[in-house]
T-cell receptor, first 110, second 114 residues
């Protein structure tokens, strides 16, 4: 059973560009959450998707948006990139309480 | 009210020793407390988790102690090994139909010396 997978592994963008990150959950998981982890810090919750709807949202601007597909996979979109958006973006999938994380996408904004 | 405070920021322990990491929370509505282990360049891996209806949970060399009245919980790593060298995060969530977002502590970098 494959765990949570994310793509791409690394990404380099310039300020003002837009980016899309992708996540496939563990088999049997129906909920996907996204987190941003700056270097040397704990992950910060961005939002959570369940039944193709955004169920919960953290303190992130509207530039951050997402989508969940019928097969439970998910995308994170970030518009108008800022230097401060450089971070490791983590996807976590869950069925009940336990959240399992993918390897992350390292985004660098120049 | 959503903060989770973790200490120490880093610790060094000899092989075979005990590593102890502490976390404190403010929101009494939290009802799920997991610990994650993260290696450089990797995503966090779930180690062990506890609910507030028990005071201790043990899985192998890892033990969570939970003090509901003090709003504190801790991770003990027994017989620490060099392979345990990683960053450890405590987290907390309130599980409901509205979601179960995790609120993380700041992390503890553990170095186990051989």
């Amino acid at each position: 059973d494959a765990g949570v997978t994310q793509s791409p592994t690394h990404l380099i963008k310039t300020r003002g560009q837009q980016v899309t990150l992708r996540c496939s959950p563990k088999s049997g998981h129906d909920t996907v959450s996204w987190y941003q982890q700056a270097l040397g810090q704990g992950p910060q919750f961005i939002f959570q998707y369940y039944e193709e709807e955004e169920r919960q949202r953290g303190n992130f601007p509207d530039r951050f948006s997402g989508h969940q597909f019928p097969n439970y996979s998910s995308e994170l979109n970030v518009n108008a990139l800022l230097l401060g958006d450089s971070a490791l973006y983590l996807c976590a999938s869950s069925f009940k309480a336990e959240q399992f994380f993918g390897p992350g996408t390292r985004l660098t904004v120049l | 009210q959503q903060q989770v405070k973790q200490s120490p920021q880093s610790l060094i322990v000899q092989k075979g020793g005990i590593s102890i990491i502490n976390c404190a929370y403010e929101n009494t509505a939290f009802d799920y407390f997991p610990w994650y282990q993260q290696f450089p360049g990797k995503g966090p891996a779930l180690l062990i988790a506890i609910r507030p209806d028990v005071s201790e949970k043990k899985e192998g060399r890892f033990t969570i102690s939970f003090n509901k009245s003090a709003k504190q919980f801790s991770l003990h790593i027994m017989d620490s090994q060099p392979g345990d060298s990683a960053t450890y995060f405590c987290a907390a969530s309130m599980i409901s139909a509205a979601g179960n977002k995790l609120t993380f502590g700041g992390g503890t970098r553990v170095l186990v010396k051989p």
